[in-house]
């Protein structure tokens, strides 16, 4: 009897350790494995083909050197770094198994005094100063033969941005030659610097924005004089954010510019914000009017109405406004993947983008022009004045009407152009004056100097808002221990970037970019609050149809009075109807507090049941899975 319990210790001893040796084996082996199974939706933990096609085109060898300060003490700062530097490692280990032998990895420890420290500032690496670490080191340089890029700090705060940032170094040393884009805008994109007379009026100089900062990191900017008559020759993008008041002679060399090959992103707009240094730009202030390019636009068959806004109650966006209360905001769009093209390369992996008061494209291009739409608000849309977009989002809720029209918000023309100008140059304006004041006239310029159409297809991005590049919509700074930080918000800069990105010929980092800017609106969310909405705004229309009825009652009343001095005494029929209309409006007012209330309840119940399920599905899955292998191995057991 007793030999048969020792047995089974036995028995079980050896199996333990049988299936401990297995596991540790298993695990030995899959570390060599190439492959490692990404869970995430977005697969934010797996390189993606932009990265993929980049290291397979190294021909040279390449070096990371990274650079991570092993401080001994340990405080919260340092270990988070340190947890940060290991995941930093594991992407590192990533690069190197898809590069195979052209991509070289080292690891340095840049303790004070050391010969890592002074490779480290060689490398233009930025110590932080931490608690516990005087000198704290976390970066990395890319070196190509001679050429050297450098990521000073990794930010944890840009670590769904962290595959973008070294692929970008790695691009950069493998194509040291870069491209160059102009910028051609009636707003200080390129910074104001300060003087003496503003700072004594309390005003300050300005920053470059960020979106000329992130492309002077990857190719080499112009600044584009809005009045200039020519384009450079070396430029390949021409960017035009805003062409407030832009003269024909401007367009004209945009003209030429695109006839000659040179492709063109405009951001035009109806009702720009930055165009007028506000103090508080989400809200509250008057708009600096519309921009377009309207000879360019007329001679390629669409309109632009700098006037009109495009107002959607899908893509609203909540704003903050008297008294810091939420408050709806039609006209200012957050647009979702569904109104974004997902067949198109630049835009297939955005969808969250922010569009201030923004102007809508129509009419149809021209022969020989193809249209590829890249925005596009839904049908519960309606074109609203530019002026009442500015003002408070109610006024246009008040008589809001869905137009079921789907409006462009930007679009790509692709195509052999034709130039805008088929009579040549358009006569300067103050040489039109001066003329007319000589007796002799000035020679007319030779249209023969002009091109009249471009040789080849090309290719002309047009957007309907310049506000979605403006600092205050697109990026959040933030102050912390390792110092002011920017966090983008949305996807504009992206979007953005991806299009030049595409429009100088390398189409490789668009894909690594994108996929830090997805965002998971709730969707059903947002149709329950269009549909009571529009439940309450048709309450609110019976309220005020009935207060104007009434009030043409009153009128009538009154002018049945002949005695003047009975006009200002209410008679009783007046009585009855101020008293049927104060009953209504109760009614009503009742009704439509009943309306949010039930929308509350049904947003509530659906994020609740939302919660329940993510907290449950995955245990109940579990213990659905065991009670089955349970029932399996006791009808196997059974049957024995």
């Not at 839904?378 to 137009?403: H, M, R, T």
């Not at 039109?432 to 080849?456: H, V």
């Not at 909405?533 to 019976?542: D, F, M, V």
């Not at 309220?543 to 001095?565: A, F, I, R, V």
């Amino acid at each position: 009897m007793q030999k048969k319990p020792l047995e089974t210790i036995l028995y079980s001893t050896a199996g333990v350790v049988v299936m401990l040796a297995i596991l540790i084996a298993f695990n030995f082996i899959a570390g060599f494995a190439p492959e490692r199974v990404d869970l995430t939706q977005e697969k934010a933990y797996t390189l993606s083909a932009g990265t993929k096609a980049i290291l397979k085109k190294l021909d040279t060898p390449v070096t990371i050197k990274f650079y991570c300060t092993q401080a001994e003490s340990a405080t919260p700062e340092t270990v988070f770094l340190k947890n940060y530097a290991r995941s930093v490692e594991d992407l590192l280990g990533e690069y190197k198994q898809v590069a195979g032998g052209k991509l070289k990895i080292e690891k340095y420890d840049p303790q004070p005094d050391s010969d890592a420290e002074d490779s480290a500032r060689l490398d233009g690496l930025e110590p932080q100063a931490v608690p516990g670490a005087d000198k704290f080191y976390l970066g990395l340089a890319v070196h190509l033969a001679d050429q050297v890029e450098s990521i000073p700090f990794l930010a944890p705060n840009r670590e769904r941005l962290l595959e973008y940032d070294i692929t970008r170094a790695i691009s950069r040393v493998s194509t040291p030659e870069k491209p160059t884009v102009g910028i051609m805008s009636a707003l200080p994109v390129f910074g104001m610097p300060s003087n003496p007379m503003m700072m004594q009026m309390g005003q300050q100089g300005s920053e470059p924005w960020a979106l000329v900062s992130e492309l002077k990191a990857d190719y080499n900017v112009k600044r584009v004089a809005l009045d200039a008559d020519k384009i450079d020759d070396d430029i390949k993008v021409l960017v035009v954010i805003y062409p407030k008041e832009i003269s024909d002679k401007a367009q004209y060399a945009i003209d030429q510019f695109i006839m000659r090959g040179g492709k063109l992103i405009a951001f035009l707009d109806a009702q720009c914000a930055a165009d007028k240094g506000q103090q508080n730009p989400m809200m509250g202030n008057m708009g600096g009017g519309g921009a377009s390019l309207d000879k360019l636009l007329k001679a390629w068959g669409l309109q632009f109405d700098p006037a009109k806004v495009v107002a959607d109650l899908d893509y609203k966006m909540t704003l903050r406004g008297r008294n810091g209360q939420p408050q709806d905001a039609p006209a200012w769009l957050g647009l979702t993947a569904s109104a974004v093209n997902k067949d198109d390369v630049a835009t297939s992996q955005i969808d969250n983008i922010w569009l201030p008061m923004c102007g809508a494209f129509t009419g149809a291009p021209v022969a020989g022009l193809k249209e590829t739409v890249l925005l596009h608000s839904s049908k519960d849309s309606q074109l609203v004045d530019g002026f009442l977009a500015n003002l408070s989002g109610e006024s246009i809720l008040k008589d809001f009407k869905p137009s079921g029209v789907s409006y462009n918000l930007a679009v790509r023309l692709t195509g052999q152009f034709k130039t805008a100008f088929p009579d040549g140059p358009p006569e300067d304006k103050k040489e039109a004056d001066a003329g007319k004041k000589d007796e002799k006239k000035p020679a007319e310029k030779p249209a023969g100097d002009s091109l009249k159409e471009t040789k080849g297809d090309n290719t002309v991005v047009l957007f309907g808002d310049a506000d979605l590049l403006y600092d205050p919509f697109t990026i959040r700074r933030i102050d912390s221990p390792f110092g002011a930080l920017q966090m983008a918000m949305n996807a504009n800069l992206n979007l953005a970037q991806n299009l030049v990105e595409q429009m100088t010929g390398d189409n490789n980092l668009i894909s690594v970019r994108s996929r830090a800017s997805l965002s998971r609106p709730f969707t059903r969310v947002k149709e329950l609050e269009a549909q009571a909405n529009e439940r309450y705004q048709s309450k609110i229309k019976e309220l005020q149809d009935s207060l104007e009825q009434t009030q043409q009652k009153l009128n009538q009343l009154q002018q049945q009075k002949q005695d003047k001095d009975q006009r200002f005494i209410l008679s009783p029929e007046q009585k009855a109807e101020i008293e049927n209309f104060r009953k209504q409006e109760a009614q009503v007012s009742k009704e439509l507090k009943q309306e949010q209330k039930n929308l509350r309840k049904e947003v509530v119940s659906l994020e609740t049941r939302l919660k329940w399920i993510n907290i449950l599905a995955m245990p109940l899955a579990v213990t659905a899975a065991g009670l089955l292998i349970a029932v399996v191995k006791r009808k196997k057991t059974s049957a024995k």
